[in-house]
């Protein structure tokens, strides 16, 4: 008896170890460390989602952050392989994958429209071209999370931004430029030396992720409230380690991202809530502008942004893609 027992525990914990080869797991890196950045608990909440749909399938195991690679240069080592999945702002892909922040226009409530959906299948073989597999680009709901210009000098109209020294995003650069500002790059370690300084006069930035924790109310007068383009945060792969998933591990994937896509958006209306009253309790000020010239800012971003697309991308890239978004309507 003693001996079947022991034969029957030798085959369970057999069982067991072949269960436990047979998860695949993936390394991660993201733009921004878990605990700081709203936008960088995206990554955490996916990670967490498939950990838990894919216990003994697929996991996922977090590397670190900008403490592993400068985030402008992760895009590029996950199309290398150096790791296996990413998280970050869409826009970090602008110089690796031609229009892979196109999302940030999306009117859809997902700004890629979900796993399933024809825009999300366009969006997917612009990566692909490259390398990369896209799982998914999460936000806030429409016009919450978004970027907004912050600045050092009152705001009332886009003329106030001509000649202006500001702070920019690979995507915001183009609404800059078209407003007759100048664009300065600099990353976000940077950004309150160069307020306090001087050196720039304000700076875009999606002010639900972690504007206080940087500390630049201190050296912040005004916040435009003109919200501008969709932010959030995106989730890619590497497309031969996609590719040697299994179809069950690949499905846990895009469960995972689903739900963080849905989790996203009370996330980001939470975080804006409470930037903006803690922005507020520092010393800014919110402007608002008149609904003219509101109409004016809000034209300008989008077809400054547009205007940049259509040197990308083919002609009937834009305008297959700009159905799918009208479908949205």
């Given at each position: 008896?003693?001996?079947?027992?022991?034969?029957?525990?030798?085959?369970?914990?057999?069982?067991?170890?072949?269960?436990?080869?047979?998860?695949?797991?993936?390394?991660?890196?993201?733009?921004?460390?878990?605990?700081?950045?709203?936008?960088?608990?995206?990554?955490?909440?996916?990670?967490?989602?498939?950990?838990?749909?894919?216990?003994?399938?697929v996991?996922?195991?977090?590397i670190?952050?900008?403490?592993?690679?400068?985030?402008?240069?992760?895009?590029?080592?996950?199309?290398?392989?150096?790791?296996?999945?990413?998280?970050?702002a869409?826009?970090?892909?602008?110089?690796?994958?031609?229009?892979?922040?196109?999302?940030?226009?999306?009117?859809?409530?997902?700004?890629?429209?979900?796993?399933?959906?024809?825009?999300?299948?366009?969006?997917?073989?612009?990566?692909?071209?490259?390398?990369?597999?896209?799982?998914?680009?999460?936000?806030?709901?429409?016009?919450?999370?978004?970027?907004?210009?912050?600045?050092?000098?009152?705001?009332?109209?886009?003329d106030?931004?001509?000649?202006?020294?500001?702070?920019?995003?690979?995507?915001?650069?183009h609404?800059?430029?078209?407003?007759?500002?100048?664009?300065?790059?600099?990353?976000?370690?940077?950004?309150?030396?160069?307020?306090?300084?001087?050196?720039?006069?304000?700076?875009?930035?999606?002010?639900?992720d972690?504007?206080?924790?940087?500390?630049?109310?201190?050296?912040?007068?005004?916040?435009?409230?003109?919200?501008?383009?969709?932010?959030?945060?995106?989730?890619?792969?590497?497309?031969?380690?996609?590719?040697?998933?299994?179809?069950?591990?690949?499905?846990?994937?895009?469960?995972?991202?689903?739900?963080?896509?849905?989790?996203?958006?009370?996330?980001?209306?939470?975080?804006?809530?409470?930037?903006?009253?803690?922005?507020?309790?520092?010393?800014?000020?919110?402007?608002?502008?008149?609904?003219?010239?509101a109409?004016?800012?809000?034209?300008?971003?989008?077809?400054?942004?547009?205007?940049?697309?259509?040197?990308?991308?083919?002609?009937?890239?834009?305008?297959?893609?700009?159905?799918?978004?009208?479908?949205?309507?």
């Amino acid at each position: 008896m003693l001996a079947g027992v022991l034969a029957a525990g030798i085959l369970g914990m057999t069982q067991m170890t072949v269960a436990n080869a047979a998860e695949v797991t993936l390394r991660m890196v993201g733009a921004w460390a878990h605990g700081f950045s709203p936008t960088g608990e995206i990554g955490k909440n996916f990670m967490d989602n498939v950990n838990r749909l894919g216990e003994g399938v697929v996991r996922i195991q977090y590397i670190g952050a900008d403490d592993v690679l400068p985030p402008f240069d992760q895009p590029e080592a996950l199309v290398n392989g150096v790791f296996d999945v990413w998280y970050g702002a869409p826009n970090y892909w602008a110089g690796v994958v031609p229009g892979g922040d196109i999302t940030e226009l999306s009117p859809h409530l997902v700004p890629d429209g979900g796993p399933g959906s024809k825009l999300y299948d366009f969006v997917v073989g612009l990566y692909e071209a490259k390398g990369v597999r896209h799982l998914g680009h999460a936000a806030g709901d429409l016009g919450v999370g978004v970027h907004y210009l912050s600045t050092n000098f009152p705001v009332k109209s886009l003329d106030d931004l001509r000649g202006k020294q500001l702070r920019v995003t690979p995507l915001t650069r183009h609404f800059v430029q078209a407003a007759g500002g100048e664009s300065v790059t600099l990353p976000p370690s940077e950004i309150y030396l160069a307020m306090d300084r001087g050196t720039v006069e304000g700076f875009s930035w999606p002010v639900a992720d972690a504007f206080t924790r940087y500390g630049w109310q201190e050296v912040t007068r005004y916040m435009i409230d003109q919200p501008m383009y969709r932010s959030g945060g995106s989730v890619a792969m590497n497309l031969d380690k996609w590719n040697a998933l299994s179809p069950e591990a690949q499905d846990i994937l895009l469960k995972a991202m689903a739900e963080t896509q849905e989790w996203t958006r009370r996330w980001f209306a939470q975080n804006l809530e409470e930037q903006v009253r803690l922005m507020k309790e520092g010393g800014m000020e919110v402007l608002k502008l008149s609904d003219e010239e509101a109409e004016r800012w809000n034209k300008l971003a989008i077809e400054s942004l547009w205007a940049y697309y259509e040197t990308i991308l083919p002609a009937d890239k834009i305008t297959e893609v700009k159905a799918l978004f009208d479908a949205a309507e």
